[in-house]
């Protein structure tokens, strides 16, 4: 209220100018880039050979790079050596660990030098951010788990209906079988990281969805290439197709023998949130929900860029003299 003392304009930092700050679309396009190139900096897509490491390390450093960013500003804190930051860190978390040095040769390698004394000060400034909470879900543990609790439902009485194969003829379902689904799945999961998305669902959430949208791309791949080869031809043409919300539909009925009442709205609560989440995941290739993946507008962010020059609290500020 206008009682309250502290109402009203307040001076906390010095003046910056004239010069417009970043609105909140501004920041979220850079952070949407600055997010897109992690895995290329850590991971199994790393450009630099020695920084390769497995998948979950680059989805904990975008996870902790997006929380730092929940509370803080690039105006206020380079994205840069915070990038690289959490690459560091998240590679100590994962139990995956990675010579600084070799770091700073990547950032190299991407045209975005970060020297490793910035890279350790970042370091110190990303977990105060994040107020030391290190513990992070990968989306990719779940899928793994989640086919293999799927090959076996789909074997029994309830769940063989769910299965429908492309040819017509019912056989026994293998492991295999469901092996595109998986293969695609986690390359869906390598967009999902880098978006918003694991910062508004959990994992299994976030595996299953996946799932869904896989079974949909696979599905479609093989229509497509039966018609361009005008027939059923190759092993694309075994993958069946799947009712992947059936499965969490019905997974989850009946469960009377053990003693557990399951409540059936919650069942389409998770039924409806998992459809939800399915639609954001098929989004993300339209570069929406933060995925800087697909269709990044480089002129837009070189404005961002430029504007973000005059108005940052970081770096110098004092404008280089012509000779």
């Keep these: 209220s206008e009682d309250d003392p502290n109402y009203g304009p307040t001076k906390t930092s010095k003046a910056r100018g004239s010069n417009a700050l970043l609105t909140p679309s501004d920041e979220v396009l850079l952070l949407s880039f600055y997010c897109s190139k992690i895995p290329l900096l850590i991971g199994p897509h ?5 920084c390769k490491r497995d998948a979950k390390v680059a989805a904990t450093a975008s996870l902790l790079f997006r929380r730092f960013y929940l509370s803080n500003s690039v105006m206020i804190h380079d994205p840069k050596p915070m990038l690289a930051a959490a690459a560091f860190l998240a590679a100590k978390v994962e139990d995956c660990m990675l010579d600084i040095r070799y770091l700073e040769m990547g950032t190299k390698e991407m045209n975005a030098p970060v020297p490793l004394t910035d890279i350790l000060d970042a370091e110190i400034r990303l977990m105060k951010g994040i107020d030391f909470d290190l513990l992070v879900f990968s989306p990719y543990k779940t899928i793994l788990p989640i086919v293999e609790d799927l090959r ?23 492991g295999e079988d469901l092996r595109p689904i998986h293969d695609m799945a986690m390359k869906i999961v390598d967009d999902v990281i880098v978006s918003d998305i694991p910062l508004m669902y959990a ?22 290439d039966n018609n361009a080869d005008g027939g059923v ?17 019905s997974r989850f009925e009946d469960t009377d023998d053990s003693g557990v009442v399951v409540d059936s709205i919650a069942i389409d609560a998770l039924v409806q949130r998992v459809s939800s989440l ?25 404005g961002v860029n430029k504007k973000l020059k005059k108005c940052r609290a970081w770096g110098s500020s004092e404008k280089k003299i012509k000779r």
């Design 233 to 249: 031809e190759g092993e694309k043409a075994e993958s069946p197709e799947i009712d992947i919300v059936g499965y969490v539909r």
């Design 278 to 302: 399915a639609q954001l995941i098929r989004e993300l290739r339209e570069g929406k929900h933060g995925c800087g993946n697909y269709n990044a507008d480089m002129n837009q962010l070189k």
């Design 152 to 174: 076996t439902f789909l074997k029994s009485e309830r769940g063989k209906g769910l299965v429908k194969w492309k040819s017509g003829e019912k056989r026994q379902l293998v």
């Design 203 to 224: 994992p299994g959430e976030v595996g299953t969805a996946a799932l869904v949208v896989a079974n949909e791309d696979v599905c479609n791949s093989v229509r497509n």
């Design 46 to 50: 790393a450009t630099l050979p020695r």
